[in-house]
């Protein structure tokens, strides 16, 4: 299971610069709006030193990272949702996304001009915002339409729950706040899952500084970065980038902190299966129970679901190895109701 994380913001804030750097790509990050025509699409292996230190112990062949998908979506502007500045296609574009990422620009410089003439974080974040809700508003608008005159037509149950969640989405909306504030039921939200609102997306966002101020920051409504030393680090063997962090006073990169990021606000947990093959981390929502687990590596798995043999990957390597493990009583048999946990090592029991 990966995730795509769409990275959104004002022109000039920093998108497609840290987009090159976390992602190792060269898309064009030239210094005026639009330079980003088609949506960029960099997948990035997410660094795990458990994953390395159970492949080193198991002898694996090959290690297997779980990924995240980072989509670079040209800049918005004031009137996106009317189409202003290409904006429609962009905003379909972030339809797509698990999670939005959204650059807002704190640094000063007079050499990169600001697409509203000054730099206004809060202002920034007001503009997408508003586009955000008021395309949401507009799909809502036409799906409520469509959903009324359905359900004018005899007893026709699904048409009715849309129309009660579309109104409930269109209240909020109208009132200026996100569509997640919604409150609907459970069968509710089934019947309008299609709808990949905007604004029901997690966001997380991040304060592009300048290289003086990242260590510095502190507000936690933002990660900290400057997309400048970003692609600095990008450049940089890993050996060199650890040096480099550590002159800079800061304890892991930009991308480190995405993706932890990332993880917390999706409820994303990883679990890991090691052997002589391959050591690979597999992505899951926390709260995955064990057969549901194993469908993510193939859907036999789970239908012939018997048990897991589970341990958690320090004490595996603490053991030296799973017949270790196993004499010392810390390999678990587990069965249909456990819920997996970030780190579990796990080997699936099925039937074919």
């Known amino acids: 299971m990966s995730f795509k994380i769409g990275i959104v913001g004002l022109p000039n804030v920093g998108k497609s610069t840290l987009f090159n750097a976390i992602t190792k790509s060269k898309v064009e990050a030239a210094n005026y709006p639009f330079a980003t025509i088609d949506p960029n699409v960099g997948v990035v292996a997410v660094p795990d ?3 390395e230190k159970l492949a080193a112990l198991e002898k694996s062949e090959k290690i297997v990272p779980t990924v995240i998908e980072f989509v670079d979506i040209a800049g918005l502007v004031a009137g996106a949702h009317k189409g202003e500045g290409l904006g429609n296609k962009f905003l379909a574009n972030i339809r797509e996304v698990d999670a939005i990422l959204e650059v807002v620009r704190f640094f000063e410089d007079k050499n990169i001009i600001h697409v509203s003439g000054g ?9 997408i915002s508003i586009e955000l809700a008021l395309a949401d508003l507009e799909t809502v608008g036409k799906r409520l339409e469509a959903a009324s005159k359905e359900a004018k037509q005899g007893n026709n149950r699904e048409a009715l729950v849309k129309k009660a969640a579309l109104e409930k989405y269109q209240k909020v909306l109208a009132e200026g706040l996100r569509a997640s504030e919604a409150v609907l039921t459970e069968e509710e939200s089934k019947a ?3 709808l990949q609102l905007l604004t029901t997306k997690p966001f997380l966002y991040v304060a592009n500084v300048s290289e003086t101020e990242v260590s510095k920051f502190n507000d936690s409504n933002y990660i900290p970065i400057s997309a400048k030393i970003e692609s ?6 890993d050996a060199e980038r650890n040096e480099y962090l550590k002159e800079l006073g800061m304890t892991e990169s930009g991308l480190d902190k995405i993706i932890k990021a990332a993880y917390k606000t999706l409820g994303l947990i990883t679990f890991i299966t090691a052997g002589p093959k391959e050591s690979k981390a597999w992505t899951c929502p926390l709260g995955t129970k064990a057969p549901q687990g194993a469908g993510i590596i193939h859907t036999d798995f789970e239908k012939g679901f018997i048990r897991a043999e589970v341990i958690s990957w320090n004490k595996l390597l603490e053991a030296g190895g799973y017949g270790a493990a196993r004499d010392k009583g810390w390999l678990r048999l587990e069965g249909k109701e456990y819920l997996l946990q970030d780190g579990d090592v796990v080997h699936f029991r099925f039937n074919v």
């Open 192 to 194: 309008v899952k299609e």
């Open 49 to 51: 030193e458990r994953l």
């Open 119 to 127: 730099v206004d974080p809060k202002r920034d974040i007001d503009v």
């Open 232 to 237: 600095e680090l990008a450049e940089l063997p």
